[in-house]
């Protein structure tokens, strides 16, 4: 166990940094500074989803920076991928040379943050906690577990994960997270919005994965020590966060 922290020292420093400034922004719980916050993952998210992408387009920044500008002033944040991809498609429509990838990076990883926002929004700082419980634990709950008793592998996109790694994790996440949830909703509600979420950012994980293999990279950035790109550190979060909107919003 020891030899764990040892070799992942450098992991486990910066995952404790960002825990400490996701605890502040919590604590203050501002719409406006969760907003500036989330916007700044957004932006480095986005330019990371371009290389991933292999795209290019400086435009796309601009619209990446309006969209997330309107999401302030808006009620509901997750109408704005359907307004970008009406935009596009009548673009495509027009000038028939349009790259039709460039709607990619909307689609992820922006769709996906806009449901943090709308987590927020909707359901307060205590879905935020939540969300983070359940993802974490999902990651570090599978990552000690494989680590332990995994031997079966998971999927061939992340040769790493494996199936009892992978149960391991969402069976933690399930026990820690619904206690997270019943600062929300009651019990019944809670356990089952925990074990969606948790599946789901299993996914969330394996898309990002996914992308990368194809790109032939092994991070998606190197902005954070020990974890790489933004992308590589939120990929479960991704998933996990529209999920729980859905479930959420069926269940109530």
């Excluded at 998606?220 to 999920?243: E, N, Q, T």
Aim: charged letters at 15%; glycine letters at 10%.
């Amino acid at each position: 166990m020891t030899k764990i922290f040892t070799d992942y020292q450098e992991r486990w420093l910066t995952g404790i940094g960002l825990l400490a400034v996701v605890g502040l922004i919590g604590w203050i719980d501002s719409f406006f500074i969760m907003w500036a916050f989330l916007g700044l993952i957004y932006m480095f998210a986005f330019y990371e989803a371009m290389k991933l992408f292999k795209l290019t387009g400086p435009s796309m920044y601009v619209w990446a920076s309006l969209l997330w500008l309107v999401a302030y002033f808006y009620p509901n944040p997750d109408d704005l991928f359907f307004f970008m991809a009406v935009i596009f498609a009548s673009s495509l429509a027009y000038f028939h040379n349009f790259d039709k990838r460039l709607l990619l990076p909307f689609l992820y990883p922006v769709s996906g943050i806009l449901f943090f926002l709308i987590l927020y929004q909707d359901f307060g700082i205590a879905s935020m906690f939540w969300l983070l419980v359940t993802v974490a634990l999902t990651d570090v709950g599978a990552f000690f577990t494989g680590k332990t008793i995994g031997k079966t592998k998971f999927s061939d996109t992340s040769p790493n994960k494996t199936l009892e790694g992978v149960f391991g994790g969402i069976i933690i996440a399930t026990l820690a997270g619904s206690f997270a949830g019943l600062f929300v909703v009651e019990w019944k509600i809670a356990i089952i919005v925990t074990v969606v979420t948790s599946v789901a950012s299993v996914f969330g994980d394996l898309f990002e994965s996914y992308l990368k293999r194809e790109a032939g990279v092994k991070d998606s950035g190197d902005l954070l020590p020990g974890h790489g790109g933004i992308l590589d550190r939120i990929d479960g979060y991704l998933f996990g966060a529209v999920i729980m909107v859905i479930a959420l919003r069926s269940l109530l």
